[in-house]
T-cell receptor, first 114, second 113 residues
Framework: DADVTQTPRNRITKTGKRIMLECSQT?????MYWYRQDPGLGLRLIYYSFDVKDINKGEISDGYSVSRQAQAKFSLSLESAIPNQTALYFC?????????????FGPGTRLTVL | AQSVTQLGSHVSVSEGALVLLRCNYS??????LFWYVQYPNQGLQLLLKYTTGATLVKGINGFEAEFKKSETSFHLTKPSAHMSDAAEYFCAVSDRGYSTLTFGKGTMLLVSP
């Protein structure tokens, strides 16, 4: 089984709809991240969390919110989806201070907003 | 603030030729540096990383990268390209104090027979 899972893998929705993307991990990592990937722009950080009580905005947090329901679960919500939020979304994890500096990525969720 | 510049959005090589993907970074403190690979319809996979110590870092699938502080570079190389190397490659930098990654815009590697 994959260490970092994302659901759904693909989602098509309409402008104005609320949508939630979910991420779960079995790596036991404290730190979790949400990125979006757009062609030619690389990956940009939306939100990150160092533990259940710690949520931080990233580079492009406007229009998004997150919830860290447990150490292993980190959800990304679009309260009112708009077409320019069409992108590939990745969740990632990293160990705490005792872990290595690298992040481990899920398989991604492809979101299309019509 | 950190930043990463990857020269060339697309690089084309022939099978068996040298692969060179360029990455320059900007960081106010000694960085952690990474190369990730993304195969079609997949997530990102770590190829290699530089933290401290030896500046020539070896990764998976025959790739290696050299940290050159004076040039603020971390170029990725492979002596002989294989068709299976066709993918998008991302360079990333992490400030040791903040645990976030800043990615370059990516370089698509195309390998022709």
């Amino acid at each position: 089984d994959a260490d970092v899972t994302q659901t759904p893998r693909n989602r098509i929705t309409k402008t104005g709809k609320r949508i939630m993307l979910e991420c779960s991990q079995t790596k036991g990592h404290d730190r979790m991240y949400w990125y979006r990937q757009d062609p030619g722009l690389g990956l940009r950080l939306i939100y990150y969390s160092f533990d259940v009580k710690d949520i931080n905005k990233g580079e492009i947090s406007d229009g998004y919110s997150v919830s860290r329901q447990a150490q292993a679960k980190f959800s990304l919500s679009l309260e009112s989806a708009i077409p320019n939020q069409t992108a590939l979304y990745f969740c990632a994890t990293r160990g705490g201070t005792s872990g290595g500096p690298e992040q481990f990525f899920g398989p991604g969720t492809r979101l299309t907003v019509l | 603030a950190q930043s990463v510049t990857q020269l060339g959005s697309h690089v084309s090589v022939s099978e068996g030729a040298l692969v060179l993907l360029r990455c320059n970074y900007s960081s106010s403190v000694p960085p952690y540096l990474f190369w990730y690979v993304q195969y079609p319809n997949q997530g990102l996979q770590l190829l290699l990383k530089y933290t401290t110590g030896a500046t020539l870092v070896k990764g998976i699938n025959g790739f290696e990268a050299e940290f050159k502080k004076s040039e603020t570079s971390f170029h990725l190389t492979k002596p002989s390209a294989h068709m299976s190397d066709a993918a998008e490659y991302f360079c990333a930098v992490s400030d040791r104090g903040y645990s976030t990654l800043t990615f370059g815009k990516g370089t698509m590697l195309l390998v022709s027979p």
